[in-house]
């Protein structure tokens, strides 16, 4: 599969199998991620224990369905929701803390992995959500047990495993305004 093929079959996975990914796929995605443009500094951190994912959806819904932002308290309200989807695989971004270009460092990063999960043939999925779980009242307890050093914010994560099902919710690209001055 070249760049734009993966780049134009990539799709928001949230269904997964109960399987681990091959070392050698999470090596090349992590390649990739660190491929990605980067101005500064930033962390990843891969969860592959099933106790800690746990711990981190479980929190992250909780926090969703207490967070008073209606899209969150209703999605996280669906029937069987889980924010990490059963994907055996996080990958955590982090970034130093009020670093202006943190954020994009750890973007640029995830798209780069969620593309190279898409070539290998693996679903994946870009997820701001377990913010809610780093950013909470135990949340810096929980990034020490996730590897991740202090002073360091979450910036986003990237979930990654063989795709059960891809139909839980639809892609929507209307948003989205190209503009051609030439
Ligand atoms: C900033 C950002 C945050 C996102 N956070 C989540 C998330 O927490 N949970 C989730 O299921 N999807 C999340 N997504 C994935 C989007 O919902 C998805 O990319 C969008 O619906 C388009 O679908 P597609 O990725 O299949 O093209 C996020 C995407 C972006 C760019």
Known sequence: MDALQAIS???SIRSYKNEQIPDSALEK???AGSCAPVAGSFQMSVIQNPELLKKIND?????MLSSGIPFSVERASLPGYEPLYGAPTLIVLFSP???PTGPANASCAAENMLIAATALGLGSCYLASPRMAFDGE???ALAREAGIPEGFSFNCAVIVGYTKDDKLFSRNREDIKITYIK
């Open 29 to 31: 995605i992590l390649a």
């Open 138 to 140: 135990d949340g810096v």
């Open 9 to 11: 079959k990539r799709r």
């Open 59 to 63: 929190i992250t819904k909780k926090a």
């Open 97 to 99: 803390e009020g670093s």
